[in-house]
């Protein structure tokens, strides 16, 4: 007869047994299991990874919202690209106008360079309206000459306006 080989490390070469019984205890539950067919050659089993992961809830957005079968068409991506353009264009127009504004009325200035003795009060008085404050004209000129203080020096620049 031979080298005996004991029954639990024997595995057939056609798969696993007939039947298997599996549970526990004197509950026991008879599975038959795949029939034997000459000359059919079993799958190799697969081979399984050190560690099996299995995913505790859904892995994608489509899977949470239940839409994991469901495809996007060519019309569908159209339709959506369509959307996202009627709802993005008005923000970007809104953007553009919002900065418009209408051009001040033009004045006309000459450009005068400072001597020495002369200060922004002293040119003021000079521009100012009949009746106006001398303080509003030296705010109109400081708004024209763009200066944030009243104090000028020797040699700059100012633009007056013409009379």
């Known amino acids: 007869?031979?080298?005996?080989?004991?029954?639990?490390?024997?595995?057939?070469?056609?798969?696993?047994?007939?039947?298997?019984?599996?549970g526990s205890g004197a509950a026991r539950?008879?599975?038959?299991?795949?029939?034997?067919?000459?000359g059919r050659v079993p799958a190799p089993p697969r081979?399984?990874?050190?560690?099996?992961?299995?995913?505790?809830?859904?892995?994608?957005v489509a899977d949470r919202l239940g839409l994991?079968?469901?495809?996007?068409?060519?019309?569908?991506r159209f339709v959506l690209v369509l959307l996202a353009m009627l709802v993005v264009a008005p923000m970007a127009t809104w953007g553009a106008t919002a900065?418009?504004?209408?051009?001040?009325?033009?004045t006309e200035v000459r450009v005068h360079a400072v001597q020495p003795g002369e200060t922004l009060w002293g040119f003021a008085e000079?521009?100012?309206?009949?009746?106006e404050d001398v303080r509003q004209a030296v705010a109109r000129l400081q708004d024209l000459n763009e200066m944030t203080s009243g104090t000028v020096r020797v040699?700059?620049?100012l633009l007056l306006p013409k009379d």
Request: net charge positive; glycine share 12%; proline share 18%.
């Open 155 to 157: 040699g700059e620049l």
């Open 29 to 38: 539950a008879y599975r038959p299991g795949p029939a034997y067919t000459p």
């Open 47 to 60: 081979p399984r990874p050190a560690h099996s992961y299995t995913p505790r809830g859904p892995r994608t």
């Open 68 to 76: 994991a079968g469901l495809r996007l068409t060519r019309r569908g």
């Open 126 to 131: 000079q521009i100012a309206k009949p009746g």
């Open 99 to 106: 900065v418009a504004s209408s051009p001040g009325e033009p």
């Open 1 to 22: 007869m031979g080298d005996v080989i004991p029954l639990r490390q024997y595995t057939p070469a056609y798969g696993p047994a007939y039947a298997t019984v599996s």
